[in-house]
């Protein structure tokens, strides 16, 4: 169980406090991230809410245990929440007054779908892969936040320098591994 946890506990018992530090503390990289990908500042917000509103779903149902940080947890489903989004919206209703036919409005949206679905493969596949890596996984998904690298390396129990030579080993074999799998031939082909 990851310290985190404490964010889907709150989420279950509705702990106004800690709800707050979550957007606080969250939204704005959600934002920041989905702004970059062309979504607009109404649909972000909405895509962070569905989000939050979809761990709660699958903490309450099913007993979810966070093992990774959250923002990471957070920031994955917003991804896939966000591609979903585009890939409805791609699609776009037109009558011609005798039938309906779908066509697809606009082009570049489309395009930007299938490379946003590709980039969801992909990274479903790193995530199976740091799944395996045993003690890795946790300093490779903490290198990831937007954290100072010495603030890390205390969390974790390291010397900064051990911390840096460990990332770059563990990010080292994760290509490796990654590279291995069939999957990974397949979604570069």
């Not at 129990?157 to 990654?178: D, F, P, Q």
Request: aromatic fraction near 8%; include cysteine; glycine fraction near 4%.
């Amino acid at each position: 169980m990851h310290v985190d946890q404490k964010y889907i506990e709150a989420l279950l018992i509705h702990d106004q406090r800690l709800i707050s530090e979550i957007y606080q503390r969250f939204a704005p990289n959600m934002k920041a991230y989905l702004l970059s990908r062309g979504c607009s500042e109404d649909d972000a917000g909405d895509v962070f809410q569905e989000a939050l509103i979809d761990i709660y779903k699958l903490a309450n149902d099913k007993k979810f245990v966070l093992t990774c940080p959250f923002e990471a947890f957070l920031l994955l489903l917003c991804k896939r929440k966000f591609i979903n989004k585009t890939k409805k919206t791609s699609l776009t209703v037109v009558t011609n007054g005798e039938e309906d036919a779908y066509t697809h409005i606009p082009g570049d949206a489309n395009a930007g779908a299938a490379e946003h679905t590709a980039q969801v493969e992909k990274e479903k596949l790193v995530m199976l892969v740091l799944d395996e890596m045993g003690n890795c996984k946790e300093v490779i998904l903490k290198s990831l936040l937007k954290k100072p690298q010495e603030e890390i390396a205390e969390e974790l129990g390291m010397t900064y320098a051990y911390y840096r030579k460990r990332k770059s080993n563990c990010m080292g074999e994760l290509a490796e591994l990654v590279r291995n799998k069939p999957q990974f031939k397949e979604l570069m082909s």
